[in-house]
């Protein structure tokens, strides 16, 4: 993502412009405009796979990439790492799931929408810290956590028109933080698989165990195009650079007061209303 350094006088200023820079970076939504385009192209190539799954669906893997060829293959892709791990798709609804609840609401990854960087792209903030895998949580229910989270980031405009930037904060994370299991199994789900364009991942504070798991990960996992997009920072200073500060949670020198509670309640109401567009939810 391209830095965007022009001088805001206030967060409400703030969040207004980035908003702007969401909807027309590409030019009022031309996103979505050049997937509705393609979406019977997409359909001709998915033939009886597109059967019974809707418009929204599909709309989500031409927004990852405006080739219906190459979103069919996106699509073709996910279907079968679903098929090949049904943990991913029993009850991917709060409101269905007590532990998903749960975990969601424990602030290991948060995506308020007001968080857009600079070139905005959608923010999903990690607590590591915050993930205890002593209470006898699987790296698969941790997995689920994350997943319904960029779940819901997939629902954004300014995720299929600019990406997602990960800005994940590691200070205090200790061994009972992490399991190897959960990064093989959740960057399997990514890269390769979930519609979703990365455009960086900056992490802060990240200690010397950490590094050594996460780059024998990704030198297996990542291609080398999402190898370069991998940052370790030292200073909070540098997440300013990609990210207003204003914006981000209070915790990080910003303004932003996140009740994860309030936004699982919100999500809860949704799947009852029917109102989500769930990449888990086929119909």
Known sequence: CTKDNTPLLHSST????RTAISITMSGSYSVKEEAFKLLPQLKEELEEAADGVSD??????????QDAQRAAGRFHSFQ????????????????????????????????????VSKSGCSVIVGRLSNNDMSDGR?????????????????????TRENGVIIFHDLKGVSKNNVHPGVGKLLLGAIIGHLPIKIKGIYLLNAPFFFKGIFTVLTSV?????MKQRVHYVDSIEDIYEVVDKE????????ELEFDADT????????????????????S
């Open 14 to 17: 703030t969040i207004i412009k």
């Open 56 to 65: 929204e669906y599909l709309l989500k893997f031409l927004c990852w990439k």
């Open 80 to 115: 079968k790492w679903r098929n090949e791990n049904p943990w991913s798709n029993t009850d991917m609804q709060l409101s269905k799931d007590p532990l998903l609840k749960k975990h969601v609401s424990s602030n290991v990854v948060v995506a308020p929408e007001s968080i």
């Open 138 to 158: 699987t790296p698969e229910q941790v997995c689920r956590m994350i997943l319904y989270t960029i779940d819901r980031l997939l629902e954004r405009p300014s």
């Open 221 to 225: 996992l990542f291609p080398k195009k």
């Open 247 to 254: 914006l981000l949670l209070k915790e990080h020198g910003g």
């Open 263 to 282: 936004w699982v309640e919100e999500q809860i109401n949704r799947e009852k209303n029917g109102d989500l567009e769930s990449i888990f939810i086929t």
